[in-house]
């Protein structure tokens, strides 16, 4: 598998409640061994530079497990929480010839999408790392002027939309559905997709869809591409 058929799942954490919580935990346990250094320190305190203190050391404690015991609780929560996206092919009930990618969430929080953007390579066009990511009308604009009209790719636009859990797939929002004259023009469609959880961590899926294309569609796709390419070689021989 090349690097451009990888796909993944990042997790970007809120800073509000995490980088600020260890922030300040790190400061309370630094002043927790400096009071634990002055109490046990053989010499007089009232010497610099013995005699800082910002807090006690019963203080320091205290605060240092509040803080770190929230740093806990909102780590469990959030992991208790947190979406799991995915997404899949599925072939169209009473239409073998279309084929629908859906975009679900598994888990057990909630999300509401952010953004989202694509990035298309038609077939027999090089794809690099450095594609271009467009919206979803460049792309409905790229696919017709491919001569992919709305009947073989039939796009659906996805605003601020939430992504609640759900128990298969198929119940979760539709990106597209493509017929294989569609799915055979298109070399590789790569969809991003950024989102935020019921606690505050922003979420970015991959989704590079073509690449998981079932067996089943890429034989037929396939077969297209040899047909199209032996079409053109004898329209050349004439």
């Not at 010497?47 to 800082?52: A, K, S």
């Not at 409905?140 to 039939?154: N, Q, W």
């Amino acid at each position: 598998m090349t690097e451009h058929d990888r796909h993944w799942h990042q997790v970007r954490r809120s800073k509000m409640f995490t980088a600020l919580p260890a922030a300040l935990v790190s400061i309370l346990a630094g002043n927790f061994l400096w009071e634990a250094v002055r109490a046990n320190v053989k010499v007089p305190v009232g010497e610099l530079p013995w005699r800082l203190s910002v807090l006690d050391l019963p203080t320091t404690a205290n605060l240092l497990a509040v803080f770190g015991g929230l740093m806990l609780a909102r780590a469990q929560f959030a992991k208790t929480v947190r979406p799991h996206f995915g997404y899949g092919w599925m072939q169209k009930e009473g239409d073998g010839g279309r084929w629908i990618l859906y975009f679900f969430n598994a888990g057990p929080g909630h999300a509401t999408v952010t953004q989202i953007l694509y990035r298309i390579a038609f077939h027999g066009e090089e794809r690099t790392g450095a594609s271009e990511w467009i919206r979803f009308p460049d792309l409905d604009a790229r696919l017709r002027r491919r001569g992919i009209e709305e009947a073989d790719a039939e796009l659906t636009w996805i605003g601020r939309t939430p992504v609640v859990p759900q128990q298969r797939g198929v119940d979760g929002l539709k990106i597209g559905e493509f017929s294989y004259r569609a799915l055979a023009a298109i070399g590789h469609l790569d969809v991003e997709i950024l989102a935020e959880d019921s606690v505050g961590d922003r979420h970015r899926l991959l989704i590079r869809s073509t690449a998981r294309l079932p067996s089943k569609a890429t034989r037929v796709i396939d077969s297209l591409r040899a047909r199209e390419v032996a079409d053109r070689q004898d329209a050349a021989g004439r």
